[in-house]
């Protein structure tokens, strides 16, 4: 029997993005969205209740501060024994959230950590948040998502985690974006950069094609002040340190990281994707 899924938030690149990857496998597909047209190819449901009331699964792929309210209207709602799937980028206020619904609704609180660019599930990220029975949600989402890599983590971890993975980065890129901006001279910059200037220049590009109110949502995680701070510290004593001669200092601070980095990673190798990645990109 064919399984029935409603995506609220179908006309975002996620929300399509999960309406396709149902449809091509198997499922009934109805979106709801009340700012943007969803795909053509599932059903289209003006009314947020009307368009769960018979769903198998529901995934809401709304914006963080929006879903534990849609959670708690919504769950009330839903057919007894149907699972509610959150994919939300911060877990803190929807895993208690998911945690008070009716219990004749089961919870998949999970992070998916890829974009909308992603062609397969194989292989890519998943992040499962244990809210009633982690054991049968995680068996559950990785019958939803067969292929995929999981790994299990409360959501007070996960906030402190998303923090760096991407709080930091995202924070780091926007800023690195902005002095882009104000870069009058950019195609003459282009032209003398080297592999490093490159790469980041991309990253900082893709950033900027998600939406404004994601990357918000991301660098306003509370944990992220706590390693922004710690950042911002480091970059004072280098910059400091710079300014007074200290390159002892410095060249310290630097071997330090390297001996630190090097216990889990080959930096030759990280130097040689680099330059591979950058050279396909030009090709």
Request: charged content about 25%; overall charge positive.
């Amino acid at each position: 029997m064919t399984k029935a899924i409603t995506v609220i938030g179908a006309g975002g690149k996620m929300g399509k993005w999960f309406s396709s990857y149902f449809l091509n496998n198997g499922f009934e597909v109805t979106g709801h969205d009340s700012e943007k047209p969803v795909l053509k190819s599932i059903i289209n449901s003006d009314s947020l209740i009307g368009s769960i009331l018979k769903a198998d699964f529901v995934l809401l792929s709304t914006p963080t501060k929006k879903t534990p309210e849609i959670i708690r209207l919504i769950s009330k709602e839903m057919k007894r024994g149907a699972c509610l799937i959150d994919i939300a980028s911060q877990k803190s206020k929807t895993a208690a959230a998911l945690a008070k619904m009716p219990s004749k609704i089961s919870p998949i609180c999970i992070h998916p950590m890829f974009g909308p660019g992603t062609k397969t599930i194989k292989n890519q990220n998943v992040i499962s948040i244990p809210i009633k029975d982690g054991k049968k949600e995680l068996i559950m989402a990785k019958s939803l998502f067969i292929g995929a890599n999981f790994v299990t983590i409360d959501s007070t971890e996960h906030d402190k985690k998303i923090a760096l993975i991407l709080g930091l980065t995202h924070l780091l890129n926007i800023a690195f974006a902005n002095i882009l901006a104000k870069d009058d001279k950019i195609k003459l910059t282009e032209k003398m950069a080297g592999t490093t200037f490159k790469a980041q220049k991309i990253i900082a590009e893709s950033i900027l094609t998600e939406s404004p109110e994601l990357i918000e949502t991301i660098i306003s995680n509370p944990e992220i002040r706590r390693v922004a701070e710690e950042f911002w510290k480091d970059v004072g004593r280098l910059l400091t340190d710079a300014q007074e001669g200290k390159s002892e200092e410095i060249i310290a601070y630097i071997n330090s990281s390297k001996e630190k980095i090097s216990q889990n990673v080959d930096l030759d190798k990280s130097y040689k994707k680099l330059t591979r990645m950058v050279n396909i990109i030009e090709k």
